[in-house]
């Protein structure tokens, strides 16, 4: 089968498109052959070997999310059968032999199956993206309606969803974008402001939209640059959910002191049973409703990964970057 590995650690340039051996399942696995697959920024870190959640052996084919169809399941495998439209997400799996490839097996724990009213194409913007912004919203920020939400980065891949997620219960949603193409689909999206970055140029015009309050609840992409300034805007006993950062900052502890503010971390790395039971059947019901639905971005094949990842890194505010493996 084709799929797209790397022999040694670096940049984008040491991903390379081979032919490999097809993975076989074992008892509690399931084999996919791979239609989509949804890109993450964290498989570029994985491939440079600096990323602490996942140094891997060598060679490595890379890649978490995906869609297909089922081609074998083991023989403790329930729940599912040979031909089911899934999607998988397999950052925390035993094993997962990557999903930049034609076809992938993983522990079935990490296979999903994917709502009739979804395409396969269309399914490739879930998994680690839709979790992250559903354990964000209801599992740390724990929204309710009538909340003003404020989403860095609104226009990309988690952003997307947690506009849609904030407006489904009722929130109101300002997002953020550095672009204006980036701000139309903010809008499109359905939240009620967009705008650019908020810095301490711009601040006054966010606290105008609040009536001077504040947003009850940040959504943080990055950290290292918004934080100082988040603190300073977020309303009295507001929730700041750090989602991302690339680096570390400084701070003045007495922002949160004034405000009485909560400044909470996270990330979708090892979820517990339990809340990968919530975030599965939250995410499909809201799905199934119509409540939210899948913005894709650039399409490559497994044969442009140089590029793929390249754009994936360097672009803002164009939803789901994807490999399109196999036509529907």
């Known amino acids: 089968m084709k799929a797209v590995q790397i022999n040694k650690f670096g940049g984008p340039e040491v991903l390379k498109t081979v032919d490999v051996e097809d993975p076989i399942p ?51 495998v329930e729940n599912f059968e040979v031909g089911d439209r899934v999607f998988l997400s397999a950052f925390s799996a035993n094993r997962n032999t990557g999903t930049y490839a034609e076809n992938v097996v993983v522990d079935a724990k990490n296979v999903f199956h994917l709502p009739d009213n979804v395409s396969l194409v269309k399914g490739a913007a879930l998994g680690i993206p839709s979790f992250t912004a559903y354990k964000a919203l209801f599992q740390k920020a724990k929204i309710k309606a009538g909340e003003t939400v404020l989403i860095h980065g609104a226009s990309g891949s988690v952003g997307n969803w947690l506009v849609q997620m904030a407006k489904a219960v009722g929130a109101i949603v300002i997002g953020t974008s550095s672009t204006k193409k980036g701000r139309d689909l903010v809008l499109s999206l359905g939240a009620d402001y967009a705008m650019d970055h908020v810095t301490q140029q711009n601040k006054e015009k966010l606290l105008a939209l609040t009536n001077e309050q504040g947003p009850d609840i940040i959504i943080e992409m990055l950290a290292n640059k918004n934080l100082e300034t988040d603190m300073q805007v977020i309303r009295r006993q507001g929730r700041i959910i750090v989602v991302g ?37 939250g995410v499909n019901a809201l799905l199934e409703s119509g409540a939210i639905h899948s913005y894709i971005g650039n399409k490559f094949s497994l044969d442009e990964p140089v590029k793929a990842h390249k754009t994936l890194m360097e672009s803002s505010g164009n939803g789901r970057t994807i490999f399109l493996v196999t036509e529907e």
């Open 26 to 76: 074992d008892d509690n696995e399931i084999k996919v052959k791979v239609y989509a697959v949804g890109l993450n920024p964290n498989e570029s870190y994985t491939i440079s070997g600096t990323y602490a959640y996942n140094i891997p052996n060598l060679p490595y084919i890379p890649g978490y999310d995906a869609t297909g169809i089922i081609e074998e399941i083991g023989s403790n």
């Open 245 to 281: 950062s690339r680096d570390s900052i400084e701070v003045d502890p007495r922002n949160l002191m004034t405000n009485e503010a909560i400044v909470t971390g996270m990330t979708f790395t090892s979820p517990t049973e339990k809340e990968m039971k919530e975030l599965t059947y």
